[in-house]
């Protein structure tokens, strides 16, 4: 109890510590903002305050009423100053600062969006921003609409862009929103690729239902026919449309088969006093440093599996083994990005986060544009290849791996 008390003081004191800096700081803001609009009048009228200058030039009239203005995420107000006696044929002041009837700076304007892409609806702006910005401030869900808009059409454009780089990997998945109006839940369709730089980047956001071979060839076609070359290795789970998919358009691209989702296939085969003992065998398989050795380590966790009664896991492990080990023909370096399809699992972690707003949608398209803006922020984020542009140039190049070590031919000597 005393340690509960004890921290409760501590959180308190932090929270006035905040307030205090936040009063301090939009007091600060304040002040720069009226002072700003001053140094306005005085280069308008060619003289400081108080200084005296020629009567036809103009003079200053006192303030007008207190105005709340928005600077980023607080609300301030200031006493916009006046002036008189203007020259004739002059035009009328007006403030480049604080325009007429712009109540929010730009960078508000811009955290509209923000919050939005962090799960506010439509709806939740009006209460969110009076918080935000004061009584005063003009919100309404119509700036969300516009926004909406504009996203839609940045969408259709990078819809439709033409595809120019060349892509080493790619990693597909299908992501459930449960969006629209429909019984059945709408199945997003995610390619991400690897760049010749090594930074990955989203390739293919489509809408569909389900994760058929019919949906996926649809993505991948085109992709194709906007100039995507058949990547060297796709990664993706265990989803059989889109394998199919994949040998019908690119048959030359070798497939890779997520780890993650046969750890799971295979713990859902065990009972859960053995669950610990499986991670730690499936690790020491997937993690081995070679071919052979992983093909040892797969053979004693068979043995293993069938020493206490689980033939249906054994059997599983050995299933599609070929798309499980491909990573070991290219860079030991890409190995971490290539075992999984963690580049986009992890982004949809974010999303997923950030899609209450996304499951309220009546119109699954308006998701679809929601996301879209999601994963083209947090793509500024994603991990970039080991190794880099070196090592990819290689692999595009065409060079032989083995066991993830550059295999150079030999150099036969004359005699």
Known sequence: MARYHANLAAESASTMVVDTLESIAREGARKMLQAALEAEIDERLDRPRYARGAAASGSRNGHGRPREVGIGTWSVEVRPPRVRDLPAGSE???????????????????????????????????????????????????????????WEAEYKAWRTRPITSRYAYTWSDGIYLGAGLEDESS?????????????????????????????????????????????????????????????????????????????????????????????????????AATRAACEAARDELALWLHSVGQDSAAETLYRDWDDFTTFYDFPAEHWPHLRTSNPIESVFAGVRLRTNVAKRARVRENALYLVFKIVERLSANWRVLNGGATVMSLVLAGERFVDGQLVRPKVVQAA
């Not at 939740?124 to 700036?143: H, I, M």
């Open 92 to 150: 009328p002041f007006t403030s480049a600062i604080l325009p007429r009837r712009r109540y929010l700076s730009r960078d508000t304007q811009r955290l509209f969006a923000r919050l939005y892409l962090e799960g506010l609806s439509s709806g939740d702006f009006e209460p969110a921003f009076r918080q935000l910005l004061g009584e005063k401030a003009t919100l309404s869900a119509s700036t969300m609409l516009r926004l909406r808009a504009e």
């Open 187 to 287: 199945c997003m369709l995610v390619v991400v690729g690897a760049c010749d730089d090594g930074r990955k980047e989203p390739l293919g956001l489509e809408l569909g239902y389900r994760e058929s071979a019919e949906s996926w060839a649809g993505v991948l076609r085109d992709m194709r026919e906007r100039g995507l070359e058949a990547p060297l290795v796709a990664v993706g789970d265990g989803a059989l449309g889109l394998w199919a998919a994949l040998t019908m358009v690119f048959p030359a691209t070798r497939h890779q088969r997520c780890w993650n989702h046969r750890t799971l296939n295979l713990l859902d085969r065990l009972p859960k006093r053995l669950w610990a003992q499986m991670r730690r065998r499936l690790r020491e398989v997937w993690g």
